[in-house]
């Protein structure tokens, strides 16, 4: 079964320099959101399955990008063979998710022009209406850790956070609903530079 895997994108951290100062960074940011429904029927000794993937990335400076989704339909038999039917991804032009103080997640209604790529080309096939609701099915995780960097006269203390926790809920395209399951992290970092 193919995944989307979200990578969170480093950013680097700004050393400030100037003799005397002491400065703080509170960059690289993001929140990262991800889910995905997977619904099968049987025909005979054919299986066919469809996988929707909806996430929502951080932008290099931490914001919320727009929601993406992809469409993924498959087919196995019972000997085993595998065969792609249609593979369809795209992303909005605007729009981003709400978290709320509980990691629930809501992604409002947003239009997602979707492209079905070949081995050669890809052409727009549709545009779909997306939206999910989601709320956290684990306790929320929270790594802290703190590191301190020595360069020439210059001291920086840095601490990030990683909040994670699992997710349940709905992801609704063109008016029919899907259960689905994902997850949400978001990541803090902020440093301290402190030159002589």
């Known amino acids: 079964m193919r995944r989307i895997g979200v990578a969170l994108a480093a950013v680097p951290l700004m050393l400030l320099m100037t003799v005397g100062s002491a400065a703080a960074d509170t960059s690289p940011n993001g929140t990262n959101f991800f889910s995905s429904s997977s619904t ?3 025909s005979g000794s054919r299986q066919v399955c469809t996988d929707r993937n909806l996430f929502v990335s951080s932008n290099e400076d931490g914001s919320d990008g727009p929601p993406c989704l992809e469409v993924f339909q498959y087919s196995t038999t019972s000997n085993g063979k595998f065969s792609v039917i249609s593979d369809e991804f ?3 032009t605007s729009g981003t998710m709400t978290v709320g103080t509980d990691l629930s997640v809501t992604v409002p209604a947003s239009q997602i022009t ?3 790529c070949g081995r050669r080309t890809c052409t727009t096939s549709r545009t ?3 939206s999910a609701s989601d709320t ?3 306790p929320i995780s929270t790594t802290t850790s703190r590191s301190t960097t020595k360069s020439g006269g210059c001291t920086t203390r840095t ?6 926790a699992d997710l349940a ?4 395209i063109d008016g029919t609903s899907f259960d689905q399951t994902g997850s949400i992290d978001v990541f803090t970092s902020t440093s301290t ?3 002589k």
Not at 159 to 164: A, I, M, P, V
Not at 169 to 172: A, L
């Open 40 to 42: 099968c029927s049987t």
């Open 193 to 195: 530079t402190h030159c």
């Open 136 to 138: 956290p099915t684990s």
């Open 169 to 172: 809920g709905t992801m609704t």
């Open 159 to 164: 601490t990030t956070t990683d909040t994670f």
């Open 114 to 116: 979707l492209d079905s």
């Open 128 to 130: 779909v209406t997306v």
């Open 90 to 92: 795209g992303c909005a």
